[in-house]
């Protein structure tokens, strides 16, 4: 895909390593890549990109691949913590009713997914607590390692 290729300028790595949470992140995607998937995620996902830099990838491979973590032992910082570099910040909505909580996230990588969350939000507002007026949303800044789940 070209457009995978215009997302990773040629100064710039495939893989970045995280030494703090030992994760390789994919440049284009800009997530976590779990450790079965570094292998194939390039060919699998950004092929053009991964022909043209197969010798970096094997090498980020044979120095990284022995110190990842697996995924069930990423450390998932319950405290709004630094942001990680290199991994997409997408927007949490809670619902600002006592203990209802009802939550949306606003993914940085789908197209047009703010309005939509914005507008479940008020759905369920509406339906849920019979909310008449339209909340005046403030959003919070999450990031997910891998696409799933998300951590503050
Ligand atoms: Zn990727
Ligand atoms: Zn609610």
Redesign the pocket.
């Known amino acids: 895909m070209k457009t995978d290729e215009k997302k990773l300028p040629d100064n710039q790595p495939c893989f970045k390593y995280n030494s703090e949470y030992r994760i390789a992140i994919?440049s284009?995607?800009k997530y976590g890549?779990p450790p079965r998937s570094v292998k194939r995620?390039f060919s699998d996902?950004?092929p053009v990109i991964a022909k043209k830099r197969k010798a970096e990838i094997k090498l980020f491979r044979q120095e990284r691949e022995p110190h990842l973590a697996q995924v069930g032992d990423v450390v998932h910082p319950d405290q709004v913590c630094a942001p990680i570099e290199g991994i997409l910040t997408h927007t949490r909505y809670v619902c600002p009713v006592g203990d209802c909580r009802f939550e949306g996230v606003a993914r940085a990588d789908y197209p047009n997914h703010h309005q939509t969350i914005l507008k479940e939000m008020n759905r369920h507002c509406k339906n849920v607590h019979a909310m008449i007026k339209q909340q005046k949303w403030e959003g919070v800044p999450v990031q997910t390692i891998f696409k799933n789940p998300y951590i503050k």
């Open positions: 994919c284009v995607c890549v995620h996902e950004h």
